[in-house]
């Protein structure tokens, strides 16, 4: 069983920029849409025909990004993020009548998030998403209709949901709840509730607690 965890953020929070200590020889980057990277991305560099040492790979396709999840000797893989995975197929859709897309859509963004725990017990898959805030100021995953929101909570899925801030000009990771969010983490695996904004530190914190083998 591989460890999956969340991590939700407004845009422009350090969600993508936190990557930027990641080692791109053992990381496995899926983009839901193509951007450039917010960092100097010496390493990184998309998969092509010409270049199968890539590490990058652009879709937003749940049986594909299932597939790469599977395929990949990378122990860390990165989905950014998984909203898009949702909502590009909703506006690819929008022509068609009725609410059975919305189950189809679901399940399809509900498949990723499965496999994403049912990897090899070495690998960390971290999925990168954008946050929703409800009218009584409640913080949460962002998703497309009700059917994962309702029948299956996002965060009840993961033991490890991290938020991305910026507090006085520092971007910071949130790893407990401050009573208006999801935000969550195994007991005494962070010492403190924000830790400064940089996913391969966070990584590696995980990989100590819970004694993994590279």
Not at 100 to 127: C, H, Q, T
Not at 182 to 202: G, R, Y
């Given at each position: 069983?591989?460890?999956?965890?969340?991590?939700?953020?407004?845009?422009?929070?350090?969600?993508?920029?936190?990557?930027?200590?990641?080692?791109?020889?053992?990381?496995?980057?899926?983009?839901?849409?193509?951007?450039?990277?917010?960092?100097?991305?010496?390493?990184?560099?998309?998969?092509?025909?010409?270049?199968?040492?890539?590490?990058?790979?652009?879709?937003?396709?749940?049986?594909?990004?299932?597939?790469?999840?599977?395929?990949?000797?990378?122990?860390?893989?990165?989905l950014d993020d998984w909203n898009l995975l949702m909502t590009n197929e909703f506006f690819r859709?929008?022509?068609?009548?009725?609410?059975?897309?919305?189950?189809?859509?679901?399940?399809?963004?509900?498949?990723?998030?499965?496999?994403?725990?049912?990897?090899?017990?070495?690998?960390?898959?971290?999925?990168?998403?954008?946050?929703?805030?409800?009218?009584t100021g409640h913080i949460k995953a962002k998703t497309i209709g009700k059917l994962i929101s309702?029948?299956?909570?996002?965060?009840?899925?993961?033991?490890?949901?991290?938020?991305?801030?910026?507090?006085?000009?520092?971007?910071?990771?949130?790893?407990?709840?401050?009573?208006?969010?999801?935000?969550?983490?195994?007991?005494?695996?962070?010492?403190?509730?924000?830790?400064?904004?940089?996913?391969?530190?966070?990584?590696?914190?995980?990989?100590?607690?819970?004694?993994?083998?590279?």
């Open positions: 069983m591989s460890i999956s965890a969340l991590i939700l953020g407004d845009p422009g929070s350090g969600k993508s920029t936190s990557l930027r200590n990641l080692d791109p020889a053992h990381t496995l980057l899926i983009q839901t849409i193509r951007k450039p990277l917010p960092f100097p991305s010496k390493g990184w560099s998309e998969f092509s025909k010409d270049n199968p040492k890539g590490n990058i790979f652009v879709t937003d396709q749940a049986h594909e990004i299932i597939r790469l999840m599977k395929k990949t000797k990378r122990e860390i893989i990165i859709r929008s022509a068609e009548a009725g609410f059975s897309k919305f189950s189809e859509i679901g399940r399809n963004a509900w498949d990723v998030l499965m496999a994403s725990s049912s990897l090899a017990p070495n690998v960390r898959v971290y999925l990168l998403g954008h946050v929703d805030t409800d009218e309702e029948k299956c909570p996002v965060e009840s899925m993961f033991s490890i949901v991290m938020r991305t801030s910026v507090f006085n000009g520092n971007y910071l990771f949130h790893t407990q709840s401050n009573g208006s969010d999801t935000c969550k983490t195994p007991m005494q695996m962070f010492a403190d509730e924000m830790m400064p904004n940089d996913l391969a530190e966070i990584d590696k914190i995980i990989f100590s607690y819970y004694g993994l083998v590279a």
